[in-house]
């Protein structure tokens, strides 16, 4: 049986991935992660007229939403399920989420490129979970054919993909504060001696698969940066 008439549908969803991994005692700074994340988002649409997926991704830092680095996604065309021998085939869709110099990648059939920048969900740091947001919909202000089932399920699931390919944009600090060296120069204080320079050995193990480039100061007990100069080698100042 084909109804005709104004038809609205709409049907959401909400998930949130997990981000978790981060130290919350490392002080860690992205200006630029210099990757290119990927989503895909399979749905299957019941429906034999066209409708439209729309998508949010808000990243999340402390409980907090970061607004400013939120991503939208708006009305992307799902194409309509088939009528096969009476039976309504569902047409399944993959959306591809990512940068635009990806999309020749996702050119096969199947397959539905929308262009977007998913690397502000990195900007400033890595976030502690990434809530998304999914809404399935018809354009009720149209007049459409539908052909009538005993239910209309949407499957949808969905995928991320960050890769560990990092380009010429990396730009990653971490900071961190050393703070138990009073003790040492105390001891030196109370000796009759006179120090023309000092040289301060640390060990440091690098879990991160980047090499990262060693710079530091000296505080005094308040924090405040001193007049101590401390003098590390460009030909030495890599952690690997």
Do not use: W
């Amino acid at each position: 049986v084909a109804l005709e008439g104004k038809i609205a549908y709409q049907y959401e969803e909400s998930a949130t991935i997990e981000m978790g991994g981060i130290e919350d005692d490392i002080n860690l700074k992205i200006a630029n992660a210099g990757v290119s994340p990927v989503i895909t988002i399979n749905v299957e649409n019941p429906l034999t007229l066209d409708a439209n997926v729309s998508a949010s991704l808000i990243p999340v830092f402390d409980g907090e939403e970061k607004m400013e680095n939120r991503i939208d996604i708006d009305n992307v065309v799902i194409k309509a399920a088939t009528v096969v021998d009476g039976n309504i085939q569902s047409t399944a869709t993959t959306l591809v989420l990512g940068d635009e110099s990806l999309r020749d990648n996702y050119s096969s059939e199947g397959y539905t490129f929308v262009a977007c920048n998913l690397g502000k969900l990195l900007q400033g740091s890595i976030p502690d979970e990434v809530k998304f947001n999914v809404v399935f919909s018809t354009d009720e202000n149209v007049v459409h054919s539908i052909y009538v089932t005993e239910n209309y399920s949407v499957n949808y699931s969905y995928d991320v993909n960050i890769p560990l390919e990092f380009d010429n944009k990396l730009d990653i600090a971490i900071e961190s504060t050393i703070d138990d060296l009073a003790d040492t120069f105390a001891d030196l204080a109370d000796q009759d001696i006179s120090v023309k320079g000092l040289s301060l050995i640390a060990e440091v193990a690098n879990t991160i698969p980047v090499d990262f480039e060693f710079d530091a100061e000296f505080l005094d007990a308040r924090g405040n940066a001193t007049v101590a100069s401390l003098v590390i080698p460009e030909s030495n100042n890599t952690i690997k």
